[in-house]
Nanobody, 128 residues
Framework: QVQLVESGGGSVQAGGSLRLSCAAS????????MGWFRQAPGKEREGVAV????????YYADSVRGRFAISQDNAKNTVNLQMNSLKSEDSAIFFC?????????????????????WGQGTQVTVSS
């Protein structure tokens, strides 16, 4: 079993920055794809950014590309999300997610049902 714990959410004004971190514990060695989803009130959960632990391949949602950057520290089983130039529409609960035994693929990385493990979520609020 794998546990994911997020940290770093909070409130910021538009144009500001936040950094989220997700630490995996337990049997984390079988995690192959790990990253972030978000869910705003009344909306479906959407993929934000993920990274393949082996290759380091990264995928971003179009809405965040160029503003957000995902990185990993495999030695610490941690994935980070640096969020810059935040907009009010970025406000959501951000969830860390991980797949076991499957790499991140371009055609499916944003399909939430493929992820086996989820964190409890951390709130990000951007005020305009």
């Amino acid at each position: 079993q794998v546990q994911l714990v997020e940290s770093g959410g909070g409130s910021v004004q538009a144009g500001g920055s936040l950094r989220l971190s997700c630490a995996a514990s337990g049997n984390a060695d079988n995690i192959s794809c790990m990253g972030w989803f978000r869910q705003a009130p009344g909306k479906e959960r959407e993929g934000v950014a993920v990274i393949s632990r082996g290759s380091g391949r990264i995928y971003y949602a179009d809405s965040v590309r160029g503003r957000f950057a995902i990185s990993q520290d495999n030695a610490k089983n941690t994935v980070n999300l640096q969020m810059n130039s935040l907009k009010s529409e970025d406000s959501a609960i951000f969830f860390c997610a991980a797949q076991r035994g499957r790499f991140c693929y371009a055609a499916s990385w944003s399909v939430s049902s493929l992820y086996d493990y989820w964190g409890q979520g951390t709130q990000v609020t951007v005020s305009s």
